[in-house]
C-alpha cells in the first residue's frame, strides 16, 4: 500500500489486498504502462504478484481486475474503458453477477429469480425496480456498470462502526483458566485497535464455541456486557470481558473457538461519562487514557506483544498454529532466507 501511495495523487486501501488508486488528470501518462511499471516495483520489493484493473468507475475498475487476473494475454493489466461499447457488453455477458463488488451469495441468488445473472443484464436493469427491490446500494452499482461515478474514493478510512479479534486454538481448550487468557488476549488487541481510531466502546461481547464438524458434544454461546460509560480503556474492558466469559462458560466442553466483539463505538470526544462514578474511576480518566496511549506507543516501537497483560498467560497452549506461515523474506531482518553452499 505504501508503494501504491507514492505512484499516485489518491488512494483508498479498501481492504488487506485491495487497493483503489485514482490516476484522473495525469496528462499524457499511459495507464497501461504505469500499470506495469507498479506491477513490476511491488513484485521486486514486496514479493507479491499483483492485477491491475483500469475502469471510470470503482465498479468497473473491479471488474477489470477480475478480468486481468483470469486472462492470462493481458499480462495482468486490463483497461476495460478502452473496449468499443459492443466489446464491453460483449464481455459482460461472460462474467457472472456475482462477480461484481457487492453482490454477495445470496442477493446473486434473488437476482437470478429475476433473471439477472451476468453484469450485462445487471446493468441494463431498471434502476427504479433496483432500487425499489434490492436498495439504493445496488442501484449505485447499476449506475457505475453504466459508467456514472457513484462511490468516491475514501482517502481517509472511516472508523469502524465494530471492532472483532476472534482465532480458533491451536489446541482444544477445555478450563476457565485458558479460555480467560485468550478473551484477555483478544479484548487487549480490540481495545488497541479501538484506540487507534480514536473511539471508545459502549458494550462488550464475548462468544465462545466448540468444534462444529466433529462427533463432540457441541455448545456456543455469547453474552454482552453494556458498559456504564463508554470506555477505551484495556482495563475496564478486561473486567466485562471476564464477567461475560463466566457466565457462559460451562465445563464439559472442548471448546475451539473464542471471540471478543466491541460494540456501539463512538468518538472519544462524544464519550458519556458516568454520573455516579468517582473521578478515579472515571472512564474517561485522562491519566488512564495517557497510560493506554504509552502501552500502544511502547507495542508500536518494539513489536506487538512486548508490552502485555499477565491475564494474557506465558505458555499459550490455546494460541493459533502458525508454524506453517511463510516467512517475511522480503519485509523482516530476521526472517531472510539463509543460502548455504
Request: glycine share 6%; with cysteine; net charge positive.
Amino acid at each position: 500500500m505504501r508503494i501504491l501511495a507514492d505512484l499516485s495523487p489518491a488512494h483508498e486501501v479498501y481492504s488487506i489486498d485491495e487497493c483503489f488508486c485514482d490516476w484522473r488528470g495525469l496528462a499524457g501518462v499511459d495507464l497501461i504502462e504505469s500499470s506495469q511499471r507498479a506491477r513490476q516495483r511491488i513484485r521486486q520489493w514486496v514479493g507479491l504478484p499483483v492485477c491491475v484493473g483500469l475502469g471510470p468507475t470503482k465498479t468497473l475498475a473491479k471488474l477489470a481486475n477480475h478480468v486481468a487476473k483470469k486472462q492470462p494475454q493481458h499480462e495482468g493489466v486490463f483497461d476495460i474503458a478502452r473496449l468499443s461499447e459492443a466489446e464491453r457488453a460483449a464481455l459482460l455477458d461472460c462474467i457472472a453477477v456475482g462477480e461484481v463488488r457487492g453482490v454477495g451469495r445470496r442477493l446473486g441468488e434473488r437476482l437470478a429469480q429475476q433473471g439477472i445473472t451476468t453484469v450485462r443484464a445487471l446493468r441494463d436493469a431498471d434502476t427504479r425496480m433496483i432500487r425499489a427491490r434490492y436498495g439504493v446500494v445496488l442501484e449505485s452499482t447499476v449506475r457505475e456498470l453504466r459508467g456514472s461515478s457513484c462511490l468516491p474514493l475514501e482517502a481517509i478510512t472511516p472508523p469502524r462502526k465494530q471492532i472483532l479479534c476472534s482465532r480458533s486454538f491451536d489446541q482444544r481448550v477445555e478450563d476457565l483458566d485458558s479460555l480467560r487468557q485468550a478473551v484477555t488476549a483478544y479484548t487487549a488487541r480490540a481495545a488497541e485497535k479501538l484506540r487507534r481510531q480514536e473511539s471508545t466502546a459502549g458494550a462488550i461481547q464475548v462468544f465462545i464455541e466448540t468444534h462444529r464438524f466433529n462427533d463432540e458434544p457441541r455448545y456456543a454461546a455469547q453474552r454482552t456486557i453494556p458498559l456504564a460509560a463508554p470506555t477505551a480503556d484495556t482495563h475496564r474492558l478486561l473486567h466485562a470481558a471476564h464477567l461475560a466469559l463466566a457466565g457462559i462458560y460451562r465445563p464439559g466442553y472442548r471448546y475451539q473457538k473464542a471471540g471478543v466483539l466491541l460494540l456501539d463505538l463512538d468518538t472519544t470526544e462524544n464519550g458519556q461519562r458516568d454520573c455516579f462514578a468517582s473521578p478515579a474511576a472515571d472512564a474517561l480518566d485522562p491519566v488512564r487514557a495517557k497510560l493506554m496511549a504509552a502501552i500502544n506507543a511502547i507495542n508500536r516501537n518494539h513489536g506487538r506483544g512486548a508490552l502485555r497483560w499477565a491475564a494474557e498467560g506465558y505458555t499459550r497452549p490455546w494460541a493459533m498454529r502458525t508454524d506453517r506461515r511463510t516467512p517475511g523474506y522480503t519485509t523482516r531482518w530476521n526472517e531472510l532466507a539463509t543460502a548455504r553452499a
